[in-house]
């Protein structure tokens, strides 16, 4: 029951995200059609942030625009943060805390990203093979077959949407070479020293083949695709030390 309702947070959070980058994209897109350009480097900063509150519009109308713009951003920045508390609330309580922990020992996993493997996939030990939790999230090649002639084509987007994405989105930590961070260090501070070896292992392999896709000339697309594929299969591995019990 409470990895339901775990789930049901992650899920909300998720939908929140997705409407708060549509509202950045908003943002942009009206300053961009009144003819302002942002000078500085680095797009919603706290310097890019007061650029926006300073704009003076041509028109009272469209000052209006802008302001309604920037506090339906607020909202939903601050409706994120509000479930994130929620998750992290609701999992000091749950059995399955120690199981959360665990993946953080990843690069590219946070607590959320955690919660959200556990939440929706449940008890990873169930799948034998790392492959087969691949072919689960759908990151596994199609193949199309006629004969002797096989055929392999796009990744599969079969099985549970949230996990992929989740994966997708940590696999681009792994386009800078493998270190540890403090925040990394931090959330492997008491987490058992083979889940932290493997956490490390999956650096190198995964950093290195990272830049080795990228400079063979394969799109970015594929090559973060590969990288959450493999970083699925140290999931796994992590899962097998700390069990994933329903």
């Not at 501070?189 to 990272?210: F, M, S, T």
Request: proline share 5%; with cysteine.
């Amino acid at each position: 029951m409470r990895r339901m309702k775990l789930r049901d947070l992650v899920r909300t959070r998720k939908d929140i995200t997705i409407a708060l980058r549509k509202a950045k994209q908003q943002i942009n897109a009206f300053v961009l059609r009144q003819g302002f350009s942002y000078p500085g480097k680095s797009k919603w900063s706290k310097a890019h942030l007061n650029w926006l509150k300073e704009l003076k519009m041509p028109h009272p109308a469209q000052q209006i625009a802008i302001t309604e713009y920037l506090d339906a951003m607020e909202n939903h920045e601050a409706r994120v943060k509000r479930l994130e508390k929620a998750i992290v609330a609701s999992c000091q309580t749950w059995r399955l805390l120690p199981v959360v922990d665990a993946p953080q020992a990843l690069r590219g996993i946070c607590m959320v990203s955690a919660v959200t493997l556990v939440a929706e996939l449940g008890d990873l030990t169930r799948f034998d093979k790392p492959t087969q939790l691949m072919a689960y999230m759908g990151l596994v090649p199609s193949e199309h077959s006629s004969g002797p002639t096989v055929k392999r084509g796009p990744i599969t987007k079969t099985g549970n949407t949230h996990v992929r994405r989740t994966l997708i989105e940590s696999a681009q930590a792994y386009r800078l070479p493998a270190r540890k961070s403090i925040t990394i260090r931090k959330r492997q501070d008491g987490l058992p020293e083979d889940v932290c070896e493997i956490a490390w292992n999956a650096q190198l392999r995964l950093c290195h083949r990272y830049r080795r896709l990228m400079a063979r000339g394969k799109s970015h697309n594929l090559v973060v695709t590969a990288i959450a594929r493999e970083l699925a299969g140290f999931i796994w591995a992590i899962a097998r030390i700390v069990p994933m019990a329903t």
